[in-house]
């Protein structure tokens, strides 16, 4: 049974607030030292994976309009707290993370005012492959058995992030420019 888009009691919604409220814990368990987390890492996957779930749950059962705004929120908490978490315990540069952090918050902005208007601004394929990665350069940043020894592994998809965001950032601007163009007399015909 399809629920109302104005539902807030749903399933996907219960997994997104539970992501949202979990988040911190994530940022706490995320090592001091640069040496990566069996406990970490299970907790990271487990909410990285929980995105999943409650997007198919969403799909399953149909959106909401508080799950279209709550759930770019927890995966913009959890990624982007776990990046800085992981910049303030000296593995990820500050650079790399503040690109994607200027992205995800210009992103958001246009969806608020495209939003105000009526106009909705679904994720894209390339920005849904971007938080992938993300999700895996912290993941692999955690795994002890790439967090020291294969820095690079991380480190390289950590810029591959950083291309994708900024990629995929270019393609909502074209996408609000065509969208905000004017129709001329002959393109209507």
Known sequence: MPVDPN???TWANAITVGRLLLSPIMFLLIP??????????GFWVLLSFSD?????LARR??????GAFLDPLADKVLILGAMFTLV???MFGV???????AREFAISIY????????????????AKAKTLVQQLAVGFALLPLTAIDAAWV????????VALSLISGWQYLVRARQRAAPVEVGDAL
Do not use: E, K, M, Y
């Open 7 to 9: 539902s807030l009691a």
């Open 32 to 41: 001091a030292d640069s040496a990566g987390s069996w406990v970490a890492l």
């Open 52 to 56: 999943g779930v409650d997007g198919w």
């Open 61 to 66: 059962h149909g959106t909401t309009n508080s």
């Open 88 to 90: 303030g315990r000296g």
């Open 95 to 101: 650079v790399p993370v503040v690109i994607i952090a």
């Open 111 to 126: 969806r608020s005012i495209a939003g105000t208007r009526g106009v909705s601004v679904p994720a894209t394929q390339l």
């Open 154 to 161: 991380w480190q390289a998809l950590l810029w591959a992030a």
